[in-house]
């Protein structure tokens, strides 16, 4: 879910939802209540969190999210695979190999 979406089911703008994202505050109880209903989990799972009471699905789609951030933990500026630069490119004709 991308921070556009989150933000909107948040009911919450965008550079308000970044705050929340980085731990710099922590959202009132009324703005988690989409969530609970989306992802079928209660406002106290997140705000103490237990991995263990999570559905599977929703585990799957965190372990995913997590994978994609950096050790910073923000997104990688690319997927992680082929190093940049290592791609195949077409050859011009006007230039010799």
């Not at 969190?49 to 950096?70: F, I, T």
Request: charged content about 30%; proline content about 8%.
């Amino acid at each position: 879910m991308t921070v556009i979406e989150m933000a909107a089911l948040m009911k919450i703008g965008q550079s308000r939802y970044t705050v929340l994202q980085y731990g710099r505050a922590l959202p009132d109880a009324e703005k988690l209540e989409p969530l609970c209903l989306r992802y079928g989990v209660t406002l106290d799972w997140l705000y103490r969190g237990d991995m263990r009471l999570l559905p599977y699905a929703l585990v799957e789609e965190l372990e995913r999210h997590r994978l994609s951030l950096n050790e910073h933990g923000h997104p990688h500026k690319r997927p992680p695979g082929r190093p940049a630069g290592t791609g195949t490119k077409s050859k011009r004709a006007d230039k010799p190999a």
